[in-house]
């Protein structure tokens, strides 16, 4: 149940440079329930928003809770994270599927992700590294020419602090 943790390991398997005419997808087959990672939602949010990567997930059923303990824990433990990683999938401009239309929902879910495409823009030189929000819409002509669209976007980049060359 260390999911946030294994999909922030996962980004720095892809190649550096990064190649931005290939898509970067990780896919989370999980019971979204997180309750041992070390790794908290904004830095999964951060790792996958700076690997340029989409999450998607397959919620899997969940596992009956854990009874309680009845001894609490002591010491300079790290305290650990709890939470969904679905904020991480919409961030990132993901989708989910539930596991039980796991084999309907797949290749559906495969052939979007390759549709992708990049939208390019120019940003000018931050002095310091931030997070910058988007919002990313279809204009009203191309709405009333595709009614039924679904726009699935980031919402929002890190931009890099200038450098001496810029």
């Not at 929000?133 to 669209?149: Q, T």
Request: proline share 11%; charged share 20%.
């Amino acid at each position: 149940m260390l999911i946030s943790t294994a999909v922030r390991a996962a980004t720095a398997i892809f190649p550096k440079p990064k190649d931005r005419t290939r898509p970067r997808v990780i896919v989370a087959l999980t019971a979204d329930v997180e309750v041992k990672s070390s790794t908290g939602l904004t830095d999964l949010i951060t790792g996958l928003l700076e690997a340029d990567t989409t999450l998607f997930g397959v919620i899997l059923a969940a596992p009956p809770s854990p009874p309680p303990s009845r001894f609490p824990i002591r010491g300079n433990r790290k305290p650990v994270q709890t939470g969904s990683i679905l904020p991480a999938i919409e961030a990132t401009g993901g989708e989910v599927a539930p596991g039980d239309l796991f084999s309907e929902r797949l290749p559906g879910l495969i052939r979007r992700a390759r549709r992708r495409y990049l939208l390019g823009f120019y940003a000018e030189p931050s002095p310091t590294r931030r997070y910058h929000l988007l919002d990313v819409r279809l204009s009203p002509g191309a709405l009333a020419l595709y009614p039924n669209a679904l726009v699935r976007a980031r919402k929002g980049f890190y931009a890099e602090p200038a450098t001496a060359d810029h």
